[in-house]
Each structure stands twice: as C-alpha cells, then as structure tokens.
C-alpha cells in the first residue's frame, strides 16, 4: 500500500533557499552595433559564483532532512511517493518576528516562495523521487511566530493518486496547527 500523507514538523529557524550572486548588466555591456551582450570581455556574467548560503541556512537544511527521516514509515520502498505518483506539497512557516515590526504577516523578501522551493528540493530523495512530481501546492503561509514560540515548519505531502486534493486538505487542517498556534 502506498503512502496516503506525511506531516513533517520541524523546529529550528527557516530559511530560504540560497541564491547564487547576481552581476546587473549595463549597457556598457553590450556591443553598440549589434546590440548582443559581450561575453567575451564579461565572462563573469554567466559564471560568476557567490555565496551560497545564509548563516542559517546549514542547520535549517540538517533539521528539515532530519525530520524528514524521522517522519518517515516503515515499508519496503526507500521513497515513500515512487516516481510515477503525482503529489501536492504544502507549509507552513514560522518565523522569528523582528523587535521593530509591528505587521501582523511578513510582506517582506524572502518570500514564501523562496521558503517552499527550499523544502521541496530538500525533500528529495528522502519523501519523493524528483520534485517533478509536485504537482500542486497546499494552503501553507509565512508567518511571524508569537514571542516565547518555536519557530519553524508545518510540511505536508500528499499523495493524489490515491487522495482526492479536498480529502488531504480536510486532513491537514484537523492535523496541523497544534505545534504552533497562530
């Protein structure tokens, strides 16, 4: 029998996932005559590398796979959701709110969705084969966690080969939310 849902919870501060530098071009960068960029006296364009990581961005990696572990049941398959099952993955993040805000919601970068793609290329090869096979985003935000509260994440990945997509959200919402009340 395959896997119907995993919930993974994970405490330890988020992170986004790690962007590689960026080299803005000008237009000193571009031949006046044709108008194509020149790579030949710019090379770092294209291979420029940066800093790959933020400082949390380690230990939130380590927590995430390591929960994921955790979370996972015991069968004979080394991933729970095979390559051919289309799934739908959803979070919810809780971050640490800064001493000088005062918004209720984080409208600031990183954005939500640089917190998902973080997770979802995590969580491959531990819960799935290739995270091609997320084929649907569950309800999930980025939230202040309240001052005394984990930070952390809420991960569901469900599986709607088996499921129907309203089935799996009606279990996420009686199963989530306990470890950190908004």
């Known amino acids: ?58 230990n939130w990696e380590r927590a995430v796979r390591a929960q994921a572990v955790e979370a996972l049941p015991t069968h004979d398959h080394p991933v729970p959701f095979s390559k051919d099952v289309p799934i739908a993955l959803g979070a919810s993040f809780f971050i640490p709110r800064p001493k000088s805000v005062k918004r209720k919601f984080p409208t600031v970068i990183p954005d939500y969705d640089n917190y998902l793609y973080a997770i979802s290329n995590l969580l491959e090869g531990i819960l799935y084969e290739d995270d091609a096979q997320v084929v649907m985003r569950l309800p999930g935000g980025l939230f202040y966690a309240d001052v005394g509260k984990n930070t952390g994440a809420e991960i569901t990945v469900c599986n709607l080969e088996s499921n129907h997509p309203l089935q799996a959200l009606m279990a996420i919402e009686n199963g989530m939310t306990a470890m950190w009340p908004i």
Do not use: C, N, Y
């Not at 993974?8 to 080299?23: D, L, M, N, S, T």
């Not at 803005?24 to 790959?52: C, E, M």
């Open 1 to 58: 029998m395959r896997e119907q849902l995993i919930i993974v919870k994970v405490v330890g501060e988020p992170a986004p996932w790690p962007k590689k530098g960026v080299r803005i071009v000008t237009k000193r960068d571009f031949d006046p005559q044709t108008g194509s960029l020149i790579t030949s006296h710019h090379p770092q364009v294209f291979k420029r590398k940066a800093k790959r990581h933020s400082d949390r961005w380690p």
